[in-house]
T-cell receptor, first 110, second 112 residues
Framework: KQEVTQIPAALSVPEGENLVLNCSFTDSAIYNLQWFRQDPGKGLTSLLLIQSSQREQTSGRLNASLDKSSGRSTLYIAASQPGDSATYLCALWNFNKFYFGSGTKLNVKP | DAEITQSPRHKITETGRQVTLACHQTWNHNNMFWYRQDLGHGLRLIHY???????NKGEVSDGYSVSRSNTEDLPLTLESAASSQTSVYFC???????????FGPGTRLTVL
């Protein structure tokens, strides 16, 4: 069974810092991997989608990479801002199921 | 703009009652999904549909049912609500398995 792990569970950084969030998975047979952000009491907002054949995707200050051989994806946030404070979840498609990580709660301090 | 909506946003009900949560998307997506989100369990798939008249069970489908009579809607029914079904429920849709999933705002359900 696919297992998706996100470490750390929580992260607090000063504004302006570059940071990396990690997502690891146990089965490399995935269709794609998606990163989401969730604000308290809200739904999930899609940030980036990486297909299984791709190595990375970029959107603004965000860059997501995918290494299937090592079972790892990272989300890089450049020049973090207080508005980036949220919970970040990774999720992946694997044999007709969508598996979610438990998320990393990010706090960016002004 | 295309969107996905859920109603109601908040619902309080009693044990044993039937409850239906609505999900409506205007993306014209084939795939629709229902998840529940609980502390300590993250997001778990309840049911999903790949098109009209198609429904499939997810990992936590007991006590829930769905039906898909058109492309836009996938209502989730709790046949006899239980306190263990107190949760936040999210609906999502995607064009196909290789596309992004888009999520609705969620429904907070409390079963007393």
């Amino acid at each position: 069974k696919q297992e998706v792990t996100q470490i750390p569970a929580a992260l607090s950084v000063p504004e302006g810092e570059n940071l990396v969030l990690n997502c690891s998975f146990t089965d490399s047979a995935i269709y794609n991997l998606q990163w989401f952000r969730q604000d308290p009491g809200k739904g999930l907002t899609s940030l980036l989608l990486i297909q299984s054949s791709q190595r990375e995707q970029t959107s603004g200050r965000l860059n997501a990479s995918l290494d299937k051989s090592s079972g790892r994806s990272t989300l890089y946030i450049a020049a973090s801002q207080p508005g980036d404070s949220a919970t970040y979840l990774c999720a992946l498609w694997n044999f007709n199921k969508f598996y979610f990580g438990s998320g990393t709660k990010l706090n960016v301090k002004p | 703009d295309a969107e996905i909506t859920q109603s109601p946003r908040h619902k309080i009900t009693e044990t044993g009652r039937q409850v239906t949560l609505a999900c409506h998307q205007t993306w014209n997506h084939n795939n629709m999904f229902w998840y529940r989100q609980d502390l300590g369990h993250g997001l778990r798939l309840i049911h999903y549909s790949y098109g009209v008249h198609d429904t499939n069970k997810g990992e936590v489908s007991d006590g829930y049912s769905v039906s898909r009579s058109n492309t836009e809607d996938l209502p989730l029914t709790l046949e006899s609500a239980a306190s263990s079904q107190t949760s936040v429920y999210f609906c999502a849709s995607s064009g196909n398995l290789y596309n992004e999933q888009f999520f609705g705002p969620g429904t907070r359900l409390t079963v007393l």
